[in-house]
Nanobody, 115 residues
Framework: QVQLVESGGGLVQAGGSLRLSCAASGRSFSINTMGWYRQAPGKQRELVAQFTRDKSTNYADSVKGRFNISRDKTFTRVFLQMNSLKAEDTAIYYC?????????WGQGTQVTVSA
């Protein structure tokens, strides 16, 4: 089991910035991927940015150049720096981990960008 605790969401004006944090505990030594997804009202959950254990990253095209994912050396914390936020970035952001074939989700943190 892996437990995830997220923080850092909130309300920001368009063009502003927010930083999300996620901390993993439990069987965190076996994490293969760790990253962020988001789900806007009426839409499917989508990948935002993700780290793999070999330190490669994946970003959604819609956030490239604006968002940056980073991690600590132990691969138990991951951060998402979100710059130049747009109204369409409004969503619940979920931290996600894949470990030993299972996917774990955080409780979600709301990000609201006002136009």
């Amino acid at each position: 089991q892996v437990q995830l605790v997220e923080s850092g969401g909130g309300l920001v004006q368009a063009g502003g910035s927010l930083r999300l944090s996620c901390a993993a505990s439990g069987r965190s030594f076996s994490i293969n991927t760790m990253g962020w997804y988001r789900q806007a009202p009426g839409k499917q959950r989508e990948l935002v940015a993700q780290f793999t254990r070999d330190k490669s990253t994946n970003y959604a095209d819609s956030v490239k150049g604006r968002f940056n994912i980073s991690r600590d050396k132990t691969f138990t914390r991951v951060f998402l720096q979100m710059n130049s936020l747009k109204a369409e970035d409004t969503a619940i952001y979920y931290c996600s981990v894949n470990s030993l074939g299972a996917t774990y989700w955080g409780q979600g943190t709301q990000v609201t960008v006002s136009a």
